[in-house]
T-cell receptor, first 114, second 113 residues
Framework: AQSVTQLGSHVSVSEGALVLLRCNYS??????LFWYVQYPNQGLQLLLK??????LVKGINGFEAEFKKSETSFHLTKPSAHMSDAAEYFC????????????FGKGTLLTVNP | EAQVTQNPRYLITVTGKKLTVTCSQN?????MSWYRQDPGLGLRQIYY???????DKGDVPEGYKVSRKEKRNFPLILESPSPNQTSLYFC????????????FGSGTRLTVV
């Protein structure tokens, strides 16, 4: 079985500060890992993905994430937060024979303060 | 434009009245899936389809039906909706499993009274 835990349902940062959103996964086989962003009243947009290539993955809008197998983590970071980053962020995992299934975390709401 | 289109965007209905939420993709993707999103629970998979005429249950299939008669369409059917099916629904598609990630529709907000 695969699962995702996102630590912190709500993260608040100041504009210009580091953004760190935490994600830990559980998977019995090497996983595919994803971060999605959801802006208010919109669908989900793929930010970045890890599919067994480079462990440091760069995505859109200046975000990046590092796959750490030993820690079963895939934390999302951005060096400097912008007001437009305010959204809900979802980590997701896919693994093994069920590689058509994405299992999502419960989401982290990011607030950016001026 | 490559996209997944869901209709309607908003729907209010009464308990027991059958409804269908349509989903169509124009990217020739094999895989399609339905999710529901509820506060504090994230997204949970309802049903998925690996290709035409091939569908299977996700984590929360009770009360839902799907069909995949054409590659581009994957409608979600609620034969007798109940208030606990009030939720935000997303359709998604992918070209070959999830290695390339799913493309999501804009969502359908369903309220069952």
């Amino acid at each position: 079985a695969q699962s995702v835990t996102q630590l912190g349902s709500h993260v608040s940062v100041s504009e210009g500060a580091l953004v760190l959103l935490r994600c830990n996964y559980s998977s019995s086989v090497p996983p595919y890992l994803f971060w999605y962003v959801q802006y208010p009243n919109q669908g989900l947009q793929l930010l970045l993905k890890y599919t067994s290539a480079a462990t440091l993955v760069k995505g859109i809008n200046g975000f990046e994430a590092e796959f750490k197998k030993s820690e079963t983590s895939f934390h999302l970071t951005k060096p400097s937060a912008h007001m437009s980053d305010a959204a809900e962020y979802f980590c997701a995992v896919s693994s093994g024979g069920s590689n058509y299934k994405l299992t999502f975390g419960k989401g982290t709401l990011l607030t950016v303060n001026p | 434009e490559a996209q997944v289109t869901q209709n309607p965007r908003y729907l209010i209905t009464v308990t027991g009245k059958k409804l269908t939420v349509t989903c169509s993709q124009n990217m020739n993707h094999e895989y399609m899936s339905w999710y529901r999103q509820d506060p504090g629970l994230g997204l949970r998979q309802i049903y998925y389809s690996m290709n035409v005429e091939v569908t299977d249950k996700g984590d929360v299939p009770e009360g839902y039906k799907v069909s995949r008669k054409e590659k581009r369409n994957f409608p979600l059917i609620l034969e007798s909706p109940s208030p606990n099916q009030t939720s935000l629904y997303f359709c998604a598609s992918s070209p070959s499993g999830t290695g390339k990630g799913y493309t999501f529709g804009s969502g359908t907000r369903l309220t069952v009274v």
